[in-house]
């Protein structure tokens, strides 16, 4: 007799009258007056309970069975039979019923089956995995990430690790972890009274990094097709629903590529996780249709039905000021589109994503291609009705002079940028990329709006429990 | 006229004499006398190059095409055709080649083709995938990690990230890396003068995590079967070919998973990542096979073939104490195994892998489930011949009861682990899992001895460089 996960029986790949076991934690428990005992049972192989149908002749009834709870563990062997119940097709008639575990105190179960709110969620993040929402969450971060490591594959993409830890810092941001193993209460000091950090663990002072981006390039730079898709640190005071401390994102890069080729493969990896979303995830994304934002599956077709538009931000700039919407930070050439902006093109404007090129140099780094204007780079982000900016990207400028006369400007020490210097030296090659945050792209799937909900332990300023 | 990946050339997967272009770096470069220039051009998708042929008709011929050296990057346009030369099925026929990059001073090229030692190459970390050696690792690193994913999903694994930056000890070790924003120069304190954390990003102490596992559990203890595949953190002063200060993990966990459950799927899932190595990267296997260790494809196909055997630590103590051979490290009922004592195991007495359970309780972690003889506890260690332990994992103890008492003799405060605990307080359920350090997989599958050339930046005391 075999143990088959839940999905399996619902989906139907269990022949009737068959006799499996399923486990898992019951969801809701409710005995009839007939002497029957109806268990929902979730395993968390997809969105629905299995039902359990058990009868008062089962030798455990009164021990176990009458005791279960919301949240108790058990194993369910029995036969698979069509249901004649509403909104399920087939149930479990069960033989025999193992009880694993109990709840302790029902009553003050921190996950009883009622209505939590997501602050609260976020104060037992060791036990919302088991609501409804966190599970859907999980299955659809499992299948996004997956579809982009399948993605990537495909097209030829080699994944890369790029170190965490790090010396380097690649916007120029302040913003950054320390890393250290430096004894705080003992700090050892140079001859003239600095900290030494050649004590350190790495014998230099050492960072979280902010991004893969520079040394991805120089694997980019020797392999073509390369992408990471690993953890970021930001350590910005923003407690806000779109900031993580640590969050994950994932950075294409791809050697011979300009602007326009990476603009075309962003579009073209959107449309191809969301489909796989769509088809492989519809329970869950039904679920969050029903209790998130009704939207969320018909935005989503829309993207992969849609034209995506591209244009440049001069010509941004253009319409926004010509469009008499009065927005709170006033337009002009030169600034960076806000939120308000980048939503105003696409939901109401173009009412499809955008994809805005060509920015002022003055507001992008220093590692982005300037254009032969002089004064724009050729950087590119991809705007979502709905949530604004998802990606952003860029071809990196590949031209050693070029390079140098920018971090010149910026008052970027070029010293520090030999290595990534060096890939200009040595067959250098025109390249782009981008990055897309995982966790707001996982927002949008799902319509959850704080991001904190869509990672399972979220680190944010004043929090790293758990 | 299409750009094509130089593996679908070499595959056979252009037809002959069709138009294309290929962009990669000269690996090599030599000019004939009869006025014929052969490229040797690289592009990553592949081990192998695919050759150019240039005839001194081409316009740039004087210009441009006598200029190449090793590491330049060009485009070859023009048509694919089967070769008559040895070595090679295929070549390209060039009509026009583009040069995008020279190679600045080719006389001191830091990549240029010729033998480099290892440590050489740590150096220049940023150039070093241009070589054979760290491409081809690079693509088994993609490959290895790509289908541990497929196997986890096909199994019904969903992906969990778990986080890294935490407040708890896995271990009980102390050899963490601190997490801070903290201004050394000016430490806050409390009003008894001791270092204020709640002033830090977090308001606690953080370091880097070191495990995913106990995370882990939370998740699997809700969705039934879970792996964490990300970065862990070791600030271990060990200046070895097995330590790095950062590397990456793979740390499935099972709900009611027994230990028997997961050795044998420990097992499955090593063979099933092994089989599509030596048919995905059979290319790049033959050169580490060629050049690295004769006996990679071998032992890998033989660990495909081999029943694994699976005996309890006291038994392995038996052999080991009635085998006559003289070890550094003399045995004992008690003491962990050391490198040695694994290797004659696996490479002298069974010479297949080894799965050795139940060790004594004071050599393991709080978390594995104490066996009914209250002296061992339900762990279990996989070693393979040429490299011992490759997969550590345990029967994870899921008696509250069991659980506190362990960590009252170990000594570790229950109230830090209230989350921990809670798992066993609520519908608790026996459950498994395993840890596998990547890089030492990947080590292992391709015989590279230093396990900082099995990971693009590697990190390691005194070492954080690019």
Known sequence: MSIVPI???LKGCVPSDSEVTVQGWVRTCRDSKAGICF???YDGSCFHSLQAVIKNTLINYQK????LTTGCSVSVTGFIVESLGRGQCYEIQAKAVKVFGLVDDPDTYPMAAKHHSMEYLREVAHLRPRTNLIGAMTRVRHTLARSIHKFMDEQGFLWISTPLITTSNTEGSGEMFRVSTLDLENLPRTPVGEINYNKDFFGKETFLTVSGQLNGESYACALS???????????????????????WMVEPEVAFATLSDITIFAEAMLKYVFQIILTERADDMQFFANRINKEVINRLKKIINADFIQLDYTEAIEILKSCNYVFENPVSWGMNLSSEHERYLVETHFKVPVIVKNYPKDIKPFYMRINNDGKTVAAMDLLVPGIGEIIGGSQREERLNQLDQRLEEIGLNKENYWWYRDLR???TVPHSGFGLGFERLIAYITGIKNIRDVIPFPRSPRNANF
Chains 1, 2 share one sequence.
């Open 225 to 247: 097709k390369i992408y990471t898709f690993g953890p970021i640190f930001r350590a910005e005071n923003s407690n806000t629903s779109r900031h993580l401390a640590e969050f």
């Open 39 to 41: 268990l929902s049972v």
């Open 64 to 67: 176990d069975i009458l005791r």
């Open 7 to 9: 999905i399996d029986v």
């Open 425 to 427: 030296r040595y067959g």
